[in-house]
C-alpha cells in the first residue's frame, strides 16, 4: 500500500485501507474502486491521506498506534464527555466535570497501556478518520503525543497520568467558544481573536475548581500557549515560569494542528511540522521537549514516496525506534530510471538523508 494525497487520486484507484466516521462506521471500505464522487467527499470531509493499493507495495502494511476499535472507542469517550460538560451552559459546574475528569482518567490509564505495548513510533497521520467537531479529535491527538513524548523523557507513570489529563483537557474553554469563531474559513477579527485566546484562562477556571483533579491541570489548560520567550499567551510566561508539561503540551498542540486539515488551511506533512517545531527551538519551545518529539514520532509515515539526497526514490516500509526521521526505504528509481527494488536502511546509510516527500499518486 502507498499514502498519497486524497486530491492526487483519480477515479479507478483501490482503497487500500477503511476510512471510518466517527461513531465508527464504516464510510469506505478496504478494496473498493474509487469513484471521482467520492474522491470529491472524502475532500470535502478534509480527509487530505489515504492509503491505496499498488502492486510494486501490496506487501507493505501499515499498523496504527491505536487499532482502529480502539480509536474509536477512545474518540467515543472524549465526545459523550464533553458534550455532556457542553450542555452544562455556564460550563461552571464543578460536578459534571468531576464526573467527565473520572472517566477520561480511565481512558488515560488505558491509552498508557496501550502505548507502553506498542514499541512503533507513534504515528497519527495516517488513520483515516472524520469527524464533525475538531476540539474532540484534537484533544485525543495531543493526548497521544504527550504521552509519546512523556515516555521519552521518562516521566513516572503518575506523572504521565497528570500529563495526560492535562492534554486532554487543555482545549476545554473552547467549548465555550461560539463553533462559528473556531470554524471560520477567513481571518479572524481582533474581537473574533481575543474570543478564542480567552479560551486558556477559561479552561483553568474550569478545571481549578474540580477536587478530583491535580491542580497542575488546570495549570495544563492555562500554559499550553505560553511560550518560554514571553510571546504566548494569556499571561506571556517566560521559560522557568511556565510547568514543563505546559511545555510538552505546547509542542504536542503546535504539531497536531499543523499536521490535521482545518478550515482555514490544508494539513502539512509531519517533517513540515517538526520543522516548524525546529524553528522555534530557544525562542517557543524547550529544545529537549522537541528532540525528544523526533525520537518518539513517526515523521516519515509508512507508505509515503520519498526522495534521497544521492537521487534515489521509494517508499518507506519501516521505522528505526528512537529515530523518528531515519527510516527504512524501499529504492524503487534511481534519477528517474526504475531500479529493482530493495532496501535501504537510514540507521545504517548514515550519509544518505531525505531531502523529500513525493505524496501525488
Known sequence: MRLVTTSSVEAGTILAKTIYNETGQILLSEGVELKETMIQRLNSLGISYIFIKDSQTDDIEYKGTL????????????????????????????????KASRR??????FLMTELGNNKDLLNLLSDAYTYDNYIFTHSLNVTLYSLALGLELNLTPKELETLGLGAIFHDIGKLKVPLDVLLKPGKLTEEEYVSIKEHAETGFQIL?????IPLLVAHCAYQH????N???YP????????????????VADVFDAVTSNRVYRKAMLP????????????????????????????????GITVELNDGRKGIVTGQNIGLGDRPIIRIMEHTGEPVTPYELDLKVELNVVITECDTAF
Open 67 to 98: 487499532s482502529d476499535p480502539v480509536r474509536r472507542k477512545a474518540i467515543q469517550t472524549i465526545n459523550s464527555t464533553f458534550l455532556e460538560i457542553q450542555k452544562d451552559s455556564s460550563l461552571s459546574s464543578s460536578f459534571v466535570v468531576e
Open 271 to 302: 517533517h513540515e511540522g517538526l520543522e516548524i517545531l525546529y524553528a522555534g527551538c530557544g525562542t517557543l519551545f524547550e529544545q529537549e521537549i522537541v528532540e525528544a518529539f523526533r525520537l518518539a514520532v513517526a515523521i516519515y509515515p509508512i
Open 208 to 212: 481549578r475548581k474540580v477536587q478530583t
Open 235 to 250: 499571561r506571556g510566561l517566560t521559560g522557568k515560569d511556565i510547568h514543563f508539561f505546559g511545555k510538552i503540551i505546547a
Open 104 to 109: 477520561l482518567s480511565e481512558l488515560i490509564q
Open 230 to 232: 514571553g510571546s504566548g
Open 225 to 228: 500557549h505560553e511560550r518560554i
